[in-house]
């Protein structure tokens, strides 16, 4: 009779499904990534738009101040609500100040 022989068979390492498998991943990773910085792009495009919208806020109010403090500072209402308290313009008391100083 013949004699049966067992033969035993080497399991190799399968390198292609290994590849499979991380480009899957790498692809997986690489479009997570893209959408969470888009959505991040969008996320400070906005918080840019309102703070430049803010900025354009507070620069009206503040030419539309700088325009009231000029008509209140006038000269000539000073006067007269001088005179109203009844103060009187003693020309001797008199400093000028410039602008800086």
């Known amino acids: 009779m013949a004699t049966i022989r067992k033969v ?3 399991k190799r ?3 292609f499904r290994l590849s499979i498998a991380v480009f899957v991943f790498a692809g997986s990773l690489f479009i997570l990534s893209n959408l969470f910085l888009r959505s991040y792009q969008t996320t400070l495009s906005r918080q840019t738009q309102n703070l430049t919208a803010q900025v ?3 620069t009206t109010v503040n030419q539309a101040l700088a325009v ?3 008509a209140l500072s006038n000269y000539d209402r000073i006067i007269a609500l ?3 308290e009844g103060l009187t313009l003693v020309q001797g008391n008199v400093i000028n100040i410039k602008n800086g100083e």
């Open 8 to 10: 035993k068979k080497i």
């Open 13 to 15: 390492f399968n390198y």
């Open 56 to 58: 354009n806020r507070l």
């Open 68 to 70: 009231e403090v000029a």
């Open 82 to 84: 001088a005179r109203e």
